[in-house]
């Protein structure tokens, strides 16, 4: 799919948040220069395509109460990842689920972000992630201060 400069434009325009009323595709269609249904019908093109995977939410989990968040590190079996990713992945708490690479001095290779209203609810939740995946070696890696959290802006 060849991207326009409409395209971009939409694009641009569906990064940010969308407005607070009960249609907001109608006010982003209106912002962008088309009607709504013209809109609608570009996602769906920019979702067949994969130029879209997902329209999301970002929840401000601080301004929702959660004010506890860790990034947990596991050390998972090579011959395990693909099986104990998915149960991970399946905690409402876990936010994202990660495979990275390991190094000498740091053998963890799946991660979870994890989220809680306390300290104690994301130890509770990872003791619970390791009594269902069977990972006991794991280590919490506690968030102290949130420097940015805003979604990708690619035009």
């Known amino acids: 799919m060849q991207i326009t400069d409409l395209d971009k434009k939409i694009i641009s325009r569906l990064q940010g948040d969308l407005p607070l009323q009960p249609n907001p595709y109608a006010a982003v269609a209106e912002e962008v220069g088309i009607t709504e249904e ?6 769906n093109a920019y979702l ?13 989990h601080h ?3 959660f004010n506890a968040n860790a990034m947990c590190g596991w050390n998972v079996p090579a011959e395990k990842v693909e099986e104990v990713g998915p149960i991970m992945a399946q905690f409402k708490e876990a936010s994202h689920v990660y495979h990275r690479p390991t190094y000498p001095d740091w053998p963890y ?20 992630i390791s ?4 990972i ?6 506690y968030s102290t201060k949130e420097y940015k959290k805003t979604s990708m802006k690619y035009f």
């Open 109 to 128: 290779n799946l991660f979870t972000m994890l989220h809680g209203k306390s300290k104690e609810d994301l130890e509770e939740v990872a003791a619970q």
């Open 131 to 134: 009594k269902e995946t069977g």
């Open 38 to 43: 013209e809109l609608l019908q570009k996602i």
């Open 63 to 65: 301004k929702a109460g």
């Open 48 to 60: 067949r395509s994969g130029i879209l995977r997902r329209m999301g939410t970002i929840l401000r």
């Open 136 to 141: 006991t070696d794991y280590k919490l890696l």
